[in-house]
């Protein structure tokens, strides 16, 4: 079994599944379009094709549409004002309900038209009202939270309002097809039923009930609302001793700072951990480089009190090293693997990065071999940081050992090397009077900084972003620009914040780069390191260690989630296949 194989591939599901999240009209006032439409061509086949009304009804009846489509939605909202406020989540129900019943409608049309049928018309248009019905319940179930009566009786609401408004009177003079529409279209009601039993309790028994967390991840995202969500994931965490290495750089009475917190940025806006870059960046008087240590998804902090008391913890920390010189700083590149480093007295700081080709994060179980082998060589203290600078995949296995390798060989190099005292700088993009519009998709409020290392008569900078991963290219467009300044780049740098995420994109956020003019952020770079390298002056070393324990999500809490999610898409395409062929047959039948 490869090393890729073994890992758990949970929080890819996860994020795989965020696409369906995109199947929602950008905003209410597209439903409020479609819905308009559908109404309209519910009208206009009615009076047209189905009863052969005069022009002047056909006004009549698409003016009253018109206002029971929009009307109807603010009785839905009333009926169910106790389970979801938010207007446009009703105007999204009545959209994709109305697209049914008016494609219902026009398929029936084709039919009747194909086939020859002498039956009556009217019964398509009841067909799709019933189909609508069970869309709606559907939907009232999984995303409102209404119970199966609520679900029922309120879904009966906008379609009935809606055939009254738009049906000529003629039609009620003829019962029959009623009866055969209602008779037909009652399986959708029941599928619908079955589906939102079955999908409820897809997660069990690990998820009571997998609506529940699907409405509180909705509050969140869509609200941002995050107490249901943290709840849940509050309650299902585990325990864990959470590490924080805190370099502190002594220069005259200015202190900058490196954080490394054991801990991940996630899961996601605005849920625990997901702005905690920002939050350790203003905690630490905005002169710190917040940096992604080799941590998974489980390390996420499930709920904002916990991470207020990993920050509080922060305040008791122990000194472990202080040193006044350093090594050199040392690049090695091992096909796509870059390990790049220096040593302060005897605590060794490793980047490791895959740009341009990317990866995911940095698996832990080269963080640990990386720390063993230091150990063994003689050095003290090792910080491995995961740069988090390009996209891809899941490390392959030649990557693996590629980079360990890099690694290893990286602090076996600079565990020899001479030591010199230094300076140290630091600037940050308050210092630059910029327009941050094209950046504000991209990074999070802590913006954009950078640490200026001036030793044996050479400058470096480390630059970094308080974003979420970095377009492929960028990382290397950007130190190309500053070595043509005469700066060497030891890397650029992300966070990792999860507090830009939320985005209407496959991945559900804008790497940095993605949106904004590569150019300007070079640019923005540039001028950063210049200011840091001109603020650069000696400084003292020292390494900071602090140790809480604190609830973390665990790898358990998203196997659930993923499976939960699996089996609920897998019953769901069951019963869209199911529906689909009913669907055919009806209107080749009826």
Request: hydrophobic share 45%.
């Given at each position: ?14 994020h795989?599944r965020?696409?369906?999240t995109r199947i ?8 409020y379009?479609?819905s308009?439409?559908g109404?309209s ?5 009615s ?10 009804v ?5 003016a009253?549409a ?12 009333w009926a169910?004002?106790s389970l979801?406020g938010?207007?446009p989540?009703?105007?999204h129900?009545s959209a994709?309900a109305l697209i ?5 409608a026009?398929?029936?049309?084709v039919s009747?038209t194909?086939f ?6 009217s019964?398509y248009?009841?067909?799709?009202m019933m189909l ?12 409102f939270g209404a119970?199966i ?10 379609p ?12 009620y003079?003829s019962?029959?097809?009623i009866?055969?529409g ?6 959708f ?7 939102s039993?079955?999908?409820d309790?897809a997660?069990?028994p ?9 409405q ?13 969500m943290?709840?849940?994931m509050?309650?299902?965490?585990r ?12 220069t005259?009475?200015r202190?900058?700072f ?7 940025p ?7 951990g997901s ?9 630490y ?6 940096l992604h ?13 916990g ?8 305040a008791?920390t122990?000194?472990l090293?202080?040193?006044?010189t ?5 690049q090695?590149?091992?096909?796509n693997?870059?390990a ?7 605590t060794?700081?490793?980047i490791?990065?895959m740009?341009?080709l990317?990866m ?6 080269i ?5 063993r082998?230091s ?6 203290h090792?910080?491995?940081?995961d740069s ?12 693996y050992?590629n980079?360990l390798?890099?690694?290893?060989t990286c602090?076996?190099?600079l565990?020899?090397a001479p030591?010199y ?14 327009d941050r519009t094209s ?11 950078t640490?200026?290392i001036?030793?044996?008569n ?7 972003a ?12 950007i130190?190309s620009k ?7 780049a ?6 990792d914040?999860?507090s ?5 994109t496959n991945?559900?956020y804008y790497?940095f780069?993605?949106?904004?003019d590569?150019?300007?952020?070079a640019?923005?770079f540039l001028?950063?390191?210049?200011n ?5 002056t000696?400084?003292k ?6 140790s ?6 665990g ?6 989630y ?9 019953l769901?395409k069951?019963f869209?296949?199911i529906?689909?062929m009913?669907f055919?047959?009806?209107?080749v039948l009826?």
């Amino acid at each position: 079994m490869t090393y890729s194989s073994r890992r758990s591939n949970s929080v890819s599901v996860i994020h795989r599944r965020w696409s369906l999240t995109r199947i929602n009209p950008s905003s209410y006032k597209v439903s409020y379009f479609i819905s308009l439409v559908g109404s309209s061509l519910l009208v206009v086949l009615s009076c047209i094709w189905a009863f052969k009304t005069s022009t002047t009804v056909l006004a009549i009846h698409l003016a009253l549409a018109l206002s029971a489509a929009t009307a109807s939605v603010f009785v839905d909202r009333w009926a169910l004002r106790s389970l979801v406020g938010k207007l446009p989540k009703y105007f999204h129900v009545s959209a994709f309900a109305l697209i049914l019943w008016s494609l219902t409608a026009v398929f029936g049309s084709v039919s009747h038209t194909i086939f020859s049928k002498t039956s009556t018309p009217s019964i398509y248009f009841v067909e799709g009202m019933m189909l609508a019905i069970g869309l709606r319940i559907g939907l009232f179930r999984s995303v409102f939270g209404a119970n199966i009566i609520q679900s029922i009786r309120v879904s009966f609401i906008q379609p009935f309002i809606l055939m009254v408004a738009f049906m000529p009177a003629s039609f009620y003079t003829s019962p029959v097809p009623i009866v055969i529409g209602f008779a037909y279209g009652s399986v959708f009601i029941f599928l619908a039923l079955a589906w939102s039993r079955l999908a409820d309790k897809a997660g069990c028994p690990n998820l009571t009930s997998t609506f529940k967390v699907l409405q509180a991840f909705i509050a969140a995202w869509t609200e941002s609302n995050p107490e249901n969500m943290e709840a849940i994931m509050e309650s299902r965490a585990r325990n864990e001793v959470v590490t924080t290495n805190i370099v502190k750089f002594t220069t005259g009475n200015r202190k900058v700072f490196i954080l490394l917190p054991d801990v991940h940025p996630g899961p996601f806006h605005p849920i625990g951990g997901s702005n905690l870059p920002f939050l350790l960046y203003s905690a630490y008087l905005r002169c710190a480089l917040i940096l992604h240590s080799v941590s998974g998804h489980s390390r996420n902090i499930p709920s904002q009190l916990g991470v207020n008391h990993y920050i509080r913890s922060l305040a008791r920390t122990k000194p472990l090293e202080r040193a006044t010189t350093a090594t050199v700083p040392l690049q090695i590149k091992i096909e796509n693997c870059i390990a790049t480093g220096m040593i302060f007295g005897q605590t060794g700081i490793v980047i490791l990065s895959m740009a341009p080709l990317g990866m995911e994060d940095v698996p832990e179980s080269i963080r640990s071999k990386l720390e063993r082998y230091s150990s063994e060589i003689g050095l003290k203290h090792l910080l491995v940081v995961d740069s988090h600078n390009a996209m891809g995949g899941e490390i392959k296995d030649s990557d693996y050992q590629n980079m360990l390798c890099a690694g290893e060989t990286c602090v076996r190099n600079l565990l020899k090397a001479p030591r010199y005292e230094f300076k140290v700088g630091f600037a940050n993009l308050d210092e630059i009077a910029c327009d941050r519009t094209s950046l504000t998709n991209e990074l999070g409020q802590s913006g954009l900084a950078t640490i200026a290392i001036e030793i044996n008569n050479d400058k470096y900078v480390i630059g970094w972003a308080d974003s979420n991963n970095m377009e492929n290219c960028l990382r290397d467009y950007i130190i190309s620009k500053l070595s043509r300044a005469g700066i060497k780049a030891l890397d650029i740098c992300t966070s990792d914040t999860h507090s830009t995420s939320g985005k209407r994109t496959n991945q559900g956020y804008y790497a940095f780069g993605n949106t904004s003019d590569h150019d300007m952020i070079a640019e923005l770079f540039l001028q950063l390191s210049m200011n840091s390298l001109n603020k650069a002056t000696y400084a003292k070393f020292e390494l900071l260690g602090s140790s809480c324990t604190l609830k973390v999500m665990g790898d358990r809490q998203f196997d659930d989630y993923a499976s939960a999610l699996n089996k609920s898409m897998n019953l769901t395409k069951a019963f869209l296949a199911i529906t689909s062929m009913y669907f055919v047959i009806m209107l080749v039948l009826s």
